[in-house]
């Protein structure tokens, strides 16, 4: 017997049962995350049609408040601006001012005025994120959302893409993945996923604070992994703790008051009187990287492309950089009267974005393994820091790859 599915018809969620119904399309998205649905804005705001499959359920209202938050740097801010998305999302978000990353000894620190823009980005919670993208999507014309639709099989033929679901397929040109690290486009374009994980799982939660924060967002090195303090409203935080991932396992299991303790004797004066405010999420740590983001009749962005440590807070806006890049090469194929989803008009997508990505995760694996390392390597790379961090130029710099600023950048992310 069919399962049934849902799908946004301009008006409403609609059960279907009946037969197969095909949807037509420009671009097929796989996924219905903060990634799938600002990519299916994007392509709406350049006159393409698109149908995102989704195999969670949307929002609720009133339903359990997703304690998870994202750093959204500056640059990468600017595609919410230029979305119309701002205003909505301004109303819930933390300005980040200041980034400070301390080691054992030394450490780096740099503020907005670094980079010559009036903040470094701001933190946004997941629940209030994903309201405002679906709240978009219900009024874009150009965009259905298939909730609660597993998609069951990918093809890439030609002259078009299948997304089988239960109960309907998805005809497209291109099928872009943005399903997560697991992802079934990646699996199903044949392309390779390469890396490894970490004996490390991170904690996230909110945490109200003792102290206000003063818009900084503080990483400490700690000799398991790094301790993040990320700035939300009324001096709330996000935080987000790497440990072994045994230890981890244990620190979820405890109450909340156990919690607090351990906390408390890890973070010592970094954290002091920190008080649990939210629900506790664990995440396994790795880092991979896609060989390539395109095949023919696919694209890969977000984690379907690329996991990387989250020390950093880069991942989502490593996957808006993704989506804001592959905007810009559909545009162009389009224009150009190409047939978007063939392998030569997308192969530009890959060399634009896989350079970028692997240099960051490189950066992130660095740093993961050398305040990992014995005390005199730990020693040693906090006095670096704190020489880098006593040069301006190189704050800047810091700043700016912070922010997302470097190297090329699409339109959408435009100054």
């Not at 989704?54 to 929002?59: F, I, L, Q, R």
């Not at 692997?358 to 992130?364: C, D, G, K």
């Amino acid at each position: 017997m069919p399962r049934p599915f849902f799908f946004w018809s301009g008006r409403a969620y609609v059960c279907a049962m009946a037969d197969p119904k095909i949807h037509r399309c420009d671009v097929a998205i796989a996924g219905g995350g903060p990634v799938g649905l600002t990519l299916a804005l994007a392509l709406a705001s350049r006159g393409y049609e698109t149908v995102v499959a989704d195999a969670g359920s949307p929002p609720a209202r009133g339903g359990a408040v997703d304690s998870r938050a994202f750093f959204i740097a500056y640059g990468c801010w600017r595609i919410f601006r230029a979305l119309g998305l701002e205003e909505a999302l301004l109303a819930g978000a933390e300005p980040v001012m200041q980034v400070e990353a301390e080691g054992r000894v030394g450490g780096i620190s740099f503020i907005a005025e670094d980079c010559a823009e009036p903040v470094l980005g701001y933190m946004v919670e997941a629940s209030l994120l994903a309201s405002v993208l679906h709240t978009a999507v219900e009024r874009e014309q150009k965009v259905t959302l298939l909730a609660r639709a597993a998609i069951e099989a990918v093809t890439l033929d030609d002259p078009c893409a299948v997304l089988k679901l239960a109960g309907a397929e998805v005809h497209a040109p291109l099928v872009v993945g943005c399903d997560g690290a697991r992802s079934i486009v990646r699996s199903a374009a044949g392309l390779r996923f390469e890396g490894h994980d970490y004996d490390a799982a991170a904690i996230s939660t909110t945490v109200k604070l003792a102290q206000p924060h003063n818009g900084a967002a503080r990483q400490v090195f700690l000799p398991n992994g790094p301790m993040a303090v990320l700035p939300l409203r009324d001096d709330h935080a996000n935080l987000i703790w790497t440990e072994k991932a045994a230890v981890a396992k244990a620190l979820l299991a405890l109450d909340e008051r156990g919690f607090e303790l351990e906390l408390a004797k890890k973070a010592g004066d970094f954290l002091p009187g920190a008080k649990l405010a939210g629900a506790r999420h664990s995440f396994p740590i790795g880092l991979y990287v896609a060989e390539r983001f395109d095949a023919q009749r696919a694209a890969l962005a977000g984690d379907s492309a690329h996991v990387i440590h989250p020390l950093g807070g880069q991942g989502l806006n490593l996957g808006l950089k993704d989506i804001a890049a592959l905007v810009d090469v559909i545009a162009v194929a389009g224009k150009a009267g190409l047939d978007i989803g063939a392998a030569s008009a997308l192969e530009p997508y890959t060399r634009w974005r896989r350079a970028d990505v692997a240099a960051t995760a490189a950066a992130m694996e660095a740093f993961a393994r050398v305040f990992s390392s014995p005390l005199p390597v730990r020693l040693a790379a906090g006095l670096a820091m704190s020489v880098a961090g006593s040069v301006r130029e190189t704050r800047k710099l810091f700043a700016k790859e912070a922010g997302g600023d470097l190297g090329e950048l699409p339109t959408l992310m435009a100054r």
